[in-house]
């Protein structure tokens, strides 16, 4: 067998390794049908390891690093950001292995049917946040379109950090609790909807969470271009994260998605800021 394919088979056992011991670890803190779903997804990957194994003639070690690092990422994301997370690294990594075919007839086989049964275990995964995705989606748009075009008409109408910081304050929590209030009514209208509470809770976690990162800068630095600046480059970063978090766990391609509402939150803040900037010096208004 060519040195090259060794190499291939020596990475895939490590990689099969490392996952077999990160859904173990998952298994250990997970009760109730997932507990049951993340053992068999182990197990599975112990088998392919094996497999892997027979043509090394070696004993492969986990990525310890890694393991720490995704049971980090489930802890804040949940379960099926990191099967899926996991599963299309093994995509990517896939395309590269086209070459084993010839050496090693079985791979496949095995290839095919590893893709196959582990997105069917990862589609049974049963994980509550995901079913209030649509909801978390609406506060933090809504929070992220509506504040950073209220802080930026403010910091040109306002001027101070202070005024600014409490202007925006007091417009964040209200818009919580409205957007809270708008997505229970929203829900409960709904027959198929059974916790019309717990979707309008998402809603506002989504949107004061988002409130508060927008409005740190504010109190952080002195100047106000500055701290607007800083303001947009944490609603670049919520927008990148949460996109990114969706992307993984609905299976989308991210950079349509992370362009759009870049696009739109900062064409409503451009907007808002020349409204700003008109108001004080078109009207003389100062405060």
Known sequence: MRDSTLR???????NEATDCLIYRKLAKRTEGPNKAILQQMSEDEARH????????GKHAMPARLKVWWYSILSRVFGLTFVINLLES??????RHYAGLIEDVPEAKGIMEEEERHERELADMVDEERLKYIGSMVLG???ALVELTGALAGFTLALGGNTTVGLAGFITGVSAT???AASEYLAKKADPGEKHPFKAAVYTGIAYMITVALLLLPYGLFSSPCAALACCLL??????????FFVSVVRREAFRPKFLEMLGISFSVAAVS????WAAKTWMGIEL
């Open 177 to 179: 609790l409205s957007m």
């Open 273 to 276: 800021f020349f409204i700003g």
């Open 49 to 56: 390891c094996a497999v892997w194994g027979k043509y090394t």
């Open 8 to 14: 291939l088979l020596a990475d895939m056992q490590v």
């Open 140 to 142: 933090l748009n809504d």
């Open 89 to 94: 690294g093994e995509n990517i990594a896939g």
């Open 234 to 243: 944490v609603a670049a970063g919520i927008i990148c994260l949460f996109t």
